[in-house]
């Protein structure tokens, strides 16, 4: 794969940053992941965006444009024959002489790396089709979950933890409600309204639950933003995630309680089709 790394296209093998980089040694640093469908960018304005918004939340200045970013995006995708997957880009605070709590100066250059990954078509996915099934666990992660920092330990655990138990990912749990997946938004629909957390400092301001709640709006489908339970949610007509790597994918279990009919419901579905097509249109 040809890499990008502070102004530079690599070979992979040959991008290398600083050992004392604080996004290596304190995931000091803020990501995004953009899928890419049919060759072209998705909801790549909304990336960009969130982007700006993370590093200005940890007092990091924005080293690219948003112009400078779409190219650079685009040119990997083209250099690296990416027609389905995504382009994964990272920002760290850089590498200063020494490891210090204290933020290096101002003027320390940041770190920025982009590279692209080849998946299979991520509108076909076996998981959207069969549903996928989750577990609840405690959400111990730190109070500003809306900036999309490289902090994904806990996430990491909660993968594992439901891969141990013979599910697909996990539902966190802040006093008695669902916060978010380990990586994706949480949904349930119940007689025909469509239930998932406001946002706030809690949860990811995911750039596919915006793009999806607007499709669900003008679809004129019931939408309500507020915290809901573990048991609620068992008891929900349906469920789903959203994320820009799975779309819409429909959950049928939560800690071992079938949801539904315990497969891909009608809505969920419906949702799936209009974020694909309304997506794909409107991709760069
Ligand atoms: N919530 C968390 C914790 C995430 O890590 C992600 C994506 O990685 C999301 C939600 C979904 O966000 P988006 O739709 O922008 O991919």
């Not at 959203?242 to 891909?264: C, H, K, R």
């Amino acid at each position: 794969r040809t890499v990008y790394v502070n102004g530079e296209y690599l070979p992979e093998e040959d991008a290398k940053i600083s050992i004392f980089d604080r996004g290596f040694l304190m995931a000091d640093g803020v990501y995004e992941v953009t899928s890419v469908l049919d060759g072209k960018l998705v909801d790549f304005d909304g990336h960009v965006k969130r982007l700006a918004r993370s590093l200005n939340e940890l007092g990091m200045g924005e080293p690219l444009t948003a112009d400078e970013l779409l190219e650079i995006h685009r040119k990997l995708v083209a250099e690296n024959e990416v027609i389905n997957g995504g382009v994964y880009l990272q920002i760290t605070r850089g590498a200063p002489a020494d490891r210090d709590f204290a933020f290096p100066p101002e003027d320390t250059p940041q770190t920025v790396v982009l590279f692209t990954q080849n998946k299979p078509d991520l509108a076909e996915s076996p998981a959207a089709a069969r549903g996928i099934k989750v577990i609840s666990i405690e959400d111990i992660r730190w109070g500003r979950r809306d900036i999309k920092t490289v902090q994904l330990l806990y996430p990491s655990m909660g993968k594992m933890m439901a891969k141990a138990a013979g599910c697909d990912d996990a539902w966190m749990v802040e006093d008695g409600a669902v916060t978010e997946g380990t990586s994706n938004n949480a949904y349930i629909i119940k007689d025909g309204k469509i239930i998932t957390r406001q946002l706030s400092n809690d949860i990811l301001h995911g750039i596919t639950r915006a793009a999806v709640l607007e499709f669900a709006r003008e679809a004129q489908m019931k939408v309500e933003e507020r915290p809901f339970t573990i048991e609620e949610a068992q008891q929900a007509d349906e469920a789903f995630i959203t994320s820009a790597t799975t779309f819409v994918t429909p959950v049928v279990e939560i800690d071992g309680v079938t949801v539904g009919a315990g497969e891909p419901g009608p809505a969920a579905k419906r949702l799936r089709e209009l974020y694909i097509e309304g997506s794909r249109a409107a991709a760069v």
